[in-house]
């Protein structure tokens, strides 16, 4: 079974400056998804970054960025020039990439909560 | 429709008392998923609807939780015999066969008194 950790449950960035979030799993798989999800105080999870186990290169969305290191089973998320905005729970989350039994599972870490203070 | 829409918002209820949470997905998503997020954890995989596919219904926690889906269309979640450790939020998703990008709706919070 595959296990997501974050170890920060709760992290604050002042605007404009630059945060890391911090995740790390576990599996046996050689190819699988990694996810970054936020979740801002209306529920709703919104995707914010995908990484594929396959590329070496990390993924970018805008400001949104990943630290992909595969032997070390990590995958961190840095957001530069934070917005109020970015204020949400976000998570990690994992897939695998086969078709198979319970492949289209997301696995969930437990969340950071991330405040951005003006 | 736009997006992955979910009824009701909110949801209290006595304990022992049945409910029906309902999703809608995203037109033309083949792929429907139910999700539990109790508070301050992150989400639990419950059930799993591909097109007309037997459903993956490993993730339900115990029988009383049970799902339905109507070919490729809307889903309903229902809870029997509600206990106080049922309330969470309830997350439905959808996505394409193709791609495994998963949408979420906004969630039911459910409160059993």
């Known amino acids: 079974a595959q296990t997501v950790t974050q170890s920060q449950p709760e992290m604050s960035v002042q605007e404009a400056e630059t945060v890391t979030l911090s995740c790390t799993y576990d599996?046996?798989?050689?190819?699988?998804?990694l996810f970054w999800y936020k979740q801002p105080p209306s529920r709703q999870m919104i995707l914010v970054i995908r990484q594929e186990a396959y590329k070496q290169q990390n993924a970018t969305e805008n400001r949104f960025s990943v630290n992909f290191q595969k032997a070390a089973k990590s995958f961190s998320l840095k957001i530069s020039d934070s917005q109020l905005g970015d204020t949400a729970m976000y998570f990690c989350a994992f897939m695998m990439a086969y078709s198979g039994a319970g492949s289209y599972q997301l696995t969930f870490g437990k969340g950071t909560k991330l405040s951005v203070i003006p | 429709g736009a997006g992955v829409s979910q009824s009701p918002s909110n949801k209290v209820t006595e304990k022992g008392k049945d409910v029906e949470l309902r999703c809608d997905p995203i037109?033309?998503?083949?792929?429907l998923y139910w999700y539990r997020q109790r508070l301050g954890q992150g989400l639990e995989f419950l059930i799993y609807f591909q097109g007309n596919s037997a459903p993956d219904k490993s993730g339900l926690p115990s029988d009383r939780f049970s799902a339905e889906r109507t070919g490729e269309s809307v889903s309903t979640l229902t809870i029997q015999r509600t206990q106080q450790e049922d309330s969470a939020v309830y997350l439905c998703?959808?996505?394409?066969?193709?791609?495994?990008?998963?949408?979420f709706g906004a969630g039911t919070r459910l409160s059993v008194l």
């Open positions: 599996t046996s798989e050689s190819n699988y998804y």
């Open positions: 998703a959808s996505s394409t066969s193709v791609v495994n990008i998963q949408y």
């Open positions: 037109s033309g998503h083949t792929a």
